[in-house]
């Protein structure tokens, strides 16, 4: 079965493929590593002759070219699912908006909501079935495809081969258009420095953690402080299920923990949505029958999540405030990055048999003046986004200790939480507690406050 016909009748230069998009279309990029730099390039080149064109995009790995192109010319309108940090800068400069919502309802808007003129992708080579795997970054791919009036595919052969799971490659057959790129390289990510509170946070949830656990890991420090406890423990027989996969899992797989031997669903798979790390992950997910790329509405779906037991999941947040409200998205009117997951798993672990889930924080940052300023904060500032309603957070864990929010009055959250913040805001903590009425007689002296840290 050939389709070298078909490909190369398909085949043209980047500038031939963007003059498919016309004034008024809604063009999709894909997300992450796969984003369509190339075409990109050749989009924003056009700028003189087009205008109103929206582009959808999620995590761009650094700064899209149509979003460098000034915003007052009309030209472009960039918008993201997930801010990355080029996406940030964009979004400080007026150049990028933000389109909220969470991860696994995201084939569904697609399917439902919207409409796509042009999809571009990054892909693999097309291999000898004519298929182009979308690589490390599956996310929902698919139910855009489905959605465009036009598809285009920019090929790189540095994409790794990431095996399905599902929805993980489009065919020849559904493609319009395709590109050969530049073959830039993927982006990668260093190995994110571990402090000494990521540590403390992380030596506080490891010794939570059941042999026979599913773990699910966000992004960051702190994350990766877990995984790489999790490698040096007595841990066994531990389970992935994820949106992302990052080099802790390597860590964690290479010292023999992870076994998916304990899975309800895909057992002896490790299941996940996009990578994000060094190019020694992406080698290891080439190929390797051991991981299985699936498209978010699965990775993240609530009872998909649910279905495993001791499901384990780890994620950092930028703010807490008293009432027990996640803030990891905003800081008052200055959008950082997205929801992502951060629901998605929260509510899903809790509901695992045996499930934890587990949202952390150092206890302080710096301002932008340099002050010291507490992390756990009596309410929010104006413009803070809400990422998990109170109702669904369940243990918050600091370098001082861990508390569970579940099934708490709004006094013994304050309580709580006043507890694991740092020893230096806790008094003004309580001051602000009791105008806020959540603080009471039942509220007990200062030595029983301190004594609160550990895991309720």
């Known amino acids: 079965m ?26 999709d990029y894909g997300a992450f590593c796969c984003a369509p730099e190339y075409l990109d390039a050749a989009l924003a080149m056009r700028q003189d002759e087009l205008w109103d064109v929206k582009v959808r995009a999620l995590a761009f790995p650094g700064v899209a070219a149509v979003a460098k192109v000034a915003p007052e010319s009309g ?21 990028c908006h933000f389109i909220p919502f969470v991860y696994h309802e995201g084939p569904s808007h697609y399917r439902q909501n919207l409409h796509c003129d042009v999809c571009m992708v990054r892909t693999a080579p097309m291999d000898s079935f004519g298929n182009f ?21 920019e090929v790189n052969e540095n994409i790794p081969r990431c095996l399905g799971g599902a929805e993980e490659s489009v065919h020849i057959s559904e493609v319009d258009v395709v590109v050969e790129s530049d073959n830039k390289a993927l982006l990668t990510l260093p190995d994110s420095a571990v402090t000494a509170v990521d540590k403390a946070i992380a030596t506080h949830i490891v010794q939570q953690i059941p042999d026979g656990a ?4 966000g992004i960051g420090g702190m994350p990766n402080a877990v995984g790489k406890l999790i ?75 649910a279905a495993n037991d001791r499901v384990v999941s780890i994620n950092n947040a930028l703010e807490v405030d008293l009432y027990g ?13 997205g929801t992502g997951g951060q629901f998605d798993f929260a509510y899903g672990a809790y509901h695992s048999k045996g499930g934890q889930s587990f949202i952390c924080l150092s206890s302080t940052t710096r301002d932008p003046a340099g002050n010291l300023v507490s992390r756990i904060k ?9 990422t998990l309603p109170r109702s669904i957070t369940q243990y918050v864990v600091t370098e001082f200790g861990m508390v569970s929010l579940k099934g708490k009055s709004t006094w013994e959250r304050a309580e709580a939480l006043i507890s694991i913040a740092h020893p230096d805001f806790r008094d003004d903590l309580v001051r602000e507690a009791e105008g806020m009425r959540i603080w009471c007689a039942a509220n007990r002296n200062d030595e029983v406050l301190h004594m609160v840290g550990a895991c309720a």
Request: negative net charge; hydrophobic residues 40%; contains cysteine.
């Open 378 to 386: 009596p309410v929010f500032d104006p413009g803070t986004v809400v």
């Open 133 to 153: 795997n979308f690589g490390i970054a599956n996310s929902f791919q698919r139910a855009i495809i489905e959605n465009a009036r036009k598809v285009i595919v």
């Open 325 to 337: 409200q996640v803030s990891s998205e905003s800081a008052g009117f200055r959008h950082i990055t």
């Open 75 to 95: 030209c472009f309108v960039y918008n993201s699912w997930h801010f990355s940090s080029g996406e940030r800068k964009s979004h400080d400069r007026g150049s």
């Open 231 to 305: 490698a040096r423990s007595e841990l066994k027989n531990l389970g992935v299920h994820t949106e992302m996969l990052a080099d802790s899992y390597l860590e964690m797989f290479e010292a023999g923990k992870i076994t998916n031997s304990e899975k309800a669903m895909d057992r002896g798979k490790m299941v996940y949505s996009f990578a994000l790390g060094s190019q020694r992950l992406y080698d290891f997910l080439d190929n390797n029958p051991a991981c299985a790329s699936y498209a978010v509405d699965y990775t993240n779906g609530l009872f998909n999540i």
């Open 214 to 217: 599913c773990i699910q890991l």
């Open 2 to 27: 050939g389709f070298s016909s078909e490909y190369n009748n398909k085949l043209m230069s980047a500038m031939d493929a963007v003059s498919m998009v016309h004034p008024g279309d809604w063009v």
